[in-house]
């Protein structure tokens, strides 16, 4: 019997031994993936790693970081630095746990710096797990919080609220892949001088895969934003309102080989200012032909010189921005295409639309040392469609009495009438049309080389004679504008 029962308490202690072993040995193995999203912080100028403590122990672990926000912009305005800390509880599974996973984590997360109060209460609280292949899922909410901050460019006090909200991550090991999800009802902030900013039905997804091993800041993927209802008072001749409902913003950036295409559509449905609705407004770009190295390059080279904050006294300016010229050329060898496929909004006269594409062909490295020389390689074309009453719309300083106004709108009207005698401006209907072009260091409109001093105003007939003048123009083909940009 007696030796029954040390055969019992042998097998127990080695499976005691075994667990805190293997506790122990997923504690390493957690606080080495715990470290790894830090690494992509590295020379980051806008959120910066200000210590990390890590204290492992056998079934339980503490961390506590420390992370500095917009900490150089803060600081080259005469603000400090916003700060985040977040406080974990690691546990280290399986047994005992609730749920099977190498790892628990329960993180809360406080803000301070910035001018921010301490009053220690958290503003995120997160629970992680950590599968036994380093991926894992963040389940998190944002606790009801007002903070009140001083500008850092007027000094008045300001206040930035929000009453909750709900985020999940699932990832990859090492981040090479992760989706985002989150909502919150809603967030307020308020100017001492009565300006106020609010926004309600926040909504936001993203999905991401790591292009390069090697670079933890490039991923490939997508992204939705959007708001419900934001509304914007400036406190200017009494408050005014600016409403806008629907906004929704998406982003797509696959992979095409060794490019990234990225497209970024933005809609907003209403846009009211008083009781005139200017929606529905688009907002669309694209970057195509993208060299993913090359931006890696470019977007690392960006990050080291904003690190690098003001250049010293006595130092060549330019030699700091070497590198980012450098990295800059990098990707213009690989013949990118830049694009607003849509700028457009509408008014009681009509829609507003401009589109344009920027090419650079035929760069080299030695393009680096010859600005001059890279100028002459861009090429912009642009379509724009405005409404006539808009250009006739007042702007500018106001007048210091009826008859000056009156005088400012003819002068004006006169300019137009010249630029559309010159070609420049095509009438269709309510509309005026013009493409603009600059290729090889000259600028054409309507397909014909640009005088800038056709924008000095010409003495022209008022009344009737004026009104003769607003018919067909008269370039000289008279040919119609080519198709907008698509």
């Given amino acids: 019997m007696k030796k029954f029962l040390a055969i019992l308490l042998g097998i127990a202690l080695l499976a005691a031994s075994a667990y805190a072993a293997s506790a122990w040995y997923l504690g390493k193995q957690v606080e080495t993936a715990l470290a790894n999203p830090y690494k992509g912080l590295d020379g980051n100028p806008y959120v910066k790693l200000v210590k990390r403590d890590y ?13 500095e926000i917009l900490g150089d912009i803060m600081r080259a305005t005469g603000g400090s630095p916003m ?15 609730s749920q099977m996973a190498a790892a628990v984590v329960d993180t809360d997360i406080y803000l301070g710096g910035g001018g921010l109060p301490a009053k220690g209460q958290p503003v995120i609280k997160a629970q992680t797990m950590i599968s036994y292949e380093g991926a894992g899922e963040v389940r998190g909410t944002l606790q009801p919080t007002t903070l009140e901050f001083p500008d850092p460019v007027a000094g008045n006090l300001m206040k930035l609220s929000w009453t909750g909200g709900e985020f999940g991550m699932q990832f990859s090991k090492d981040l090479a892949e992760y989706t985002t999800q989150g909502t919150a009802p809603k967030f307020e902030l308020g100017m001492a001088d009565g300006g106020q900013v609010i926004m309600s039905g926040i909504r936001m997804s993203e999905t991401g895969k790591l292009i390069f091993p090697d670079e933890p800041g490039l991923h490939s993927g997508t992204q939705k934003f959007s708001i419900d209802e934001m509304h914007i008072t400036v406190p200017v001749s009494g408050s005014k309102t600016l409403v806008m409902k629907k906004i929704a913003y998406d982003t797509n950036a696959p992979v095409s080989g060794e490019f990234l295409n990225v497209t970024a559509r933005m809609q907003i449905a209403d846009i009211l ?3 005139q609705n200017y929606g529905p407004a688009h907002f669309d770009m694209s970057g195509k032909n993208l060299h993913a190295r090359s931006l890696a390059q470019l977007q690392k080279s960006f990050a080291g010189m904003q690190a690098m904050g003001q250049p010293q006294p006595g130092t060549d300016p330019m030699a700091a921005l070497k590198p980012l010229v450098t990295a800059m050329i990098g990707v213009l060898k690989h013949d990118p295409e830049f694009s607003i496929d849509r700028l457009s909004f509408n008014t009681p006269d009509g829609e507003v639309l401009i589109t344009a594409k920027v ?7 030695q393009d680096a040392e010859n600005f001059m020389m890279l100028m002459q390689k861009i090429s912009v074309a642009a379509d724009l469609v405005v409404p006539e009453a808009l250009l006739m719309m007042p702007f500018g300083p106001a007048a210091a009495s009826p008859e000056m106004t009156a005088m ?16 420049y401006l095509v009438r269709e209907g309510a509309l005026m049309k013009s493409r603009v ?3 090889a260091g000259q600028v054409a409109i309507n397909g014909l080389p640009f005088d800038p001093m056709a924008l000095q105003q010409r003495p022209m007939p008022a009344g009737p004679a004026l009104a003769a003048q607003s018919g067909r123009p008269r370039t000289p083909q008279n040919a119609p ?3 907008p940009l698509r």
């Fill in 83 to 97: 700060l985040l800390t977040a406080k974990s509880l690691v546990t280290h599974g399986p047994i005992g746990m």
């Fill in 273 to 275: 200012v008083g009781e």
């Fill in 437 to 439: 072009q600059y290729s």
């Fill in 481 to 483: 504008l080519s198709r």
């Fill in 408 to 423: 400012q709108l003819q002068a004006r009207q006169q300019q137009i009438a010249s630029l559309i005698e010159q070609g």
């Fill in 359 to 365: 090419q650079v062909p035929g760069v080299t490295a």
């Fill in 55 to 67: 204290q492992r122990g056998v079934f339980t672990s503490t961390e506590s970081v420390t992370i």
